[in-house]
């Protein structure tokens, strides 16, 4: 089940980016700070048209000694009008796979990997600080779909946390340089 869900994450984050990049009006990098992660994900903002995002996410953030974690998915915007100023509302899907790593014993259990899935709805503003510069604040509720976790010693496998929902709001702030298009 685990393989499958990745497997459709990727498929639409894929899809997602080349249609995006067909249509694209604009096109730019950028780095996105999320809650409290330090770690900022690399962003590739897609402008269709003139009030419409589509920004594909890709993250990485690897502590020694305990776990690497990968994050992709992608997020669409509309801004309620087309100056450099301006609200904006939303949708994000992230999926976010964690490999722990190998404990430095064989007397300590081995955790699994596991992928959580996030849904997030948002309201925010964007705001142009340069001629291809500009920052954007997003604020709104989310839903994640959290993968069971398992421990795994001496090739006997235990769940220690089933799956579950878990609902709150987030905060995230974009920094984007538009470095393609008018």
Same mark, same amino acid.
């Given at each position: 089940m685990k393989k499958l869900g990745l497997i459709v994450a990727v498929a639409a984050f894929a899809a997602m980016t080349l249609t995006g990049l067909a249509s694209a009006q604009n096109i =730019?990098? =950028?780095? #996105?700070? &999320? @809650?409290?992660?330090?770690?900022?994900?690399?962003?590739?903002?897609i402008k269709l048209g003139e009030d419409m995002v589509i920004? +594909?996410?890709?993250g990485f953030d690897a502590v020694k000694d305990v776990k690497t974690e990968f994050r992709f998915g992608a997020?669409?915007? *509309?801004?309620?009008? /087309?100056?450099?100023? /301006?609200?904006?509302f939303g949708a994000k899907i992230?999926?976010?796979? /964690?490999? +722990?790593? *190998? +404990?430095?014993?064989?007397?300590?259990p081995e955790d699994k990997s596991y992928l959580d899935? %996030?849904?997030?709805?948002? #309201?925010g503003a964007t705001a142009k600080?340069?001629?291809?510069?500009?920052?954007? @604040?997003?604020?709104?509720?989310? #839903?994640?779909?959290?993968? &069971?976790? *398992? &421990?795994? #010693?001496?090739?006997? &496998? %235990?769940?220690t946390a089933k799956s579950t929902t878990l609902i709150g709001s987030a905060a995230s702030l974009t920094l984007r340089w538009w470095i393609f298009g008018k």
């Open positions: =730019g990098v =950028g780095l #996105l700070w &999320e @809650g409290s992660g330090i770690t900022p994900d690399m962003v590739l903002p920004q +594909p996410v890709v997020s669409f915007e *509309k801004h309620l009008n /087309t100056d450099p100023t /301006t609200g904006l992230y999926a976010d796979f /964690t490999s +722990p790593s *190998k +404990p430095s014993s064989s007397a300590i899935l %996030t849904f997030t709805v948002f #309201l600080l340069a001629d291809n510069v500009s920052l954007v @604040g997003q604020w709104g509720p989310y #839903l994640t779909a959290v993968g &069971e976790r *398992k &421990e795994s #010693l001496h090739g006997v &496998e %235990t769940v």
